[in-house]
């Protein structure tokens, strides 16, 4: 259960983290674009 539960909060915090860039790089595409 506890292992499950790790590997939840694992690809939560990849997910935010990739999440994170895409937001990044779009505010830069719109910022250089715009």
């Known amino acids: 259960m506890s292992k499950l539960t ?6 939560a915090s990849f997910n ?4 994170g860039l895409a937001e990044i790089r779009k ?5 250089f674009l715009g």
């Open 6 to 11: 790790n590997e939840i909060l694992v690809s």
């Open 16 to 19: 935010t983290a990739f999440g």
């Open 27 to 31: 505010y830069l595409y719109v910022f």
